[in-house]
């Protein structure tokens, strides 16, 4: 598009976002432009903000959660991709020779890097990615609702890894955009009892409108809650996805004997947790990083189901890309009734 501009949300460095003009990126061989409908905010887009991301180096443009439609292909292609496809992005880039990448595990590539964070990202009208990057969506899903399919892809990693059984107990701490759409994918999956904790008065709100059962985690004894829904047993699993202090020091007390504890949350420090009662216990512990191609495949086919548009619940805010750092500064307050803020760049 020759020294065309648009208009994108940029990361100038500490504390510093800045909605400006940019040159319109060319696709290189390989790659497919893609004209950007919605994007989402994400913590780690906070992350980067706050000057503490170990890799994002300004100038940056922000976002990996995006969708959009393509308007260019460059190079050769024998896939099913074409001009004007509505389409979602799955933002994770490996390299395919490391070892985690061999033996099938590229999400967790010793060099994973991600868009909008080691390269310019989705908060801008156009955006280059690899091929193997683009999903596309079904007809039925609206682009708004295509944004929300990077964290929810997120969440379907999260239940491949710890598996979930009919009957169990699950107890998800933490009820931000992952742990409400964690929420969702295990009623989903047949898990009856679930039960949320959160503090935040707005969050707790939007998550009982959505049919949950949410502990208020500074009102209520939550340890003293699960035990009395359980005969005293405990939760059969338990998801972290808060990543503060106070939420990390209960699952070992949460948690059934033999039960299993799922670590999300991204903590600032260390987090101390109950080692010896775990071993008591003979607690399973698993992490989970981003998401695998399948996972990603599944939340597409999910956002094509009549029940997922309720998963537009979350998003409370929408944002033009000239306002950038107002979007920002909501996002970045804990006393905002916010949940997931999007940017539309039409």
């Known amino acids: 598009m ?13 504390g510093k976002v800045s909605s400006r003009h940019t040159p319109i990126p060319s696709p290189e061989d390989g790659e497919a432009l893609i004209r950007v409908a919605f994007g989402g905010i994400c913590g780690t887009d906070l992350n980067i903000l706050s000057g503490k991301h170990p890799r994002a180096r300004p100038p940056l443009v922000l976002g990996h959660e995006f ?26 880039l490996s390299c395919g020779l490391c070892r985690p990448c061999r033996e099938g595990y590229p999400h967790v590539c010793r060099s994973l890097r991600v868009i909008g964070v080691d390269r310019d990202g989705g908060f801008a009208e156009y955006v280059t990615v690899p091929y193997e990057q683009v999903f596309p969506l079904k007809d039925t899903v609206p682009l708004r609702r295509g944004a929300l399919i990077e964290p929810l892809a997120v969440g379907v990693h999260i239940l491949n890894r710890m598996q979930p059984q009919l009957g169990d ?25 679930v039960y949320l904790s959160e503090v935040n008065e ?28 359980t005969d005293g047993n405990g939760a059969d699993i338990v998801f972290e996805v808060a990543g503060v202090a106070d939420t990390i020091g209960k699952v070992v007390q949460l948690t059934r004997p033999h039960g299993k504890v799922m670590l999300v949350g991204a903590h600032k420090e260390p987090p101390r947790i109950d080692v010896r009662n775990a071993v008591f216990k003979e607690l399973t512990f698993l992490t989970s990083r981003v998401a695998t191609n399948r996972d990603f495949q599944t939340a597409v086919d999910m956002m094509a189901e009549e029940e997922a548009a309720e998963l537009e619940k979350v998003i409370t805010h ?11 500064e909501i996002a970045g307050n804990p006393h905002e009734n916010q949940f997931k803020i999007l940017f539309h760049a039409r």
């Open 202 to 229: 707005f969050r707790i709100s939007r998550a009982r409108d959505l049919g949950f059962e949410v502990i208020h985690g500074a009102e209520t004894d939550l340890v003293g809650f699960v035990s009395e829904r």
């Open 318 to 328: 929408e944002f033009s890309l000239a306002e950038g750092q107002a979007a920002f």
């Open 2 to 14: 020759g020294n065309a501009q648009m208009n994108a949300i940029v990361y100038e460095g500490e």
């Open 67 to 92: 969708s959009g439609t393509i308007v260019e292909i460059k190079g050769v292609f024998d896939g099913d991709l074409k001009m004007g496809q509505r389409v979602a992005i799955m933002p994770y």
């Open 169 to 193: 107990v699950a107890v998800v701490l933490g009820c931000g955009p992952i742990g409400l759409l964690l929420a969702f994918l295990l009623r989903k999956s047949g898990i009856q009892k």
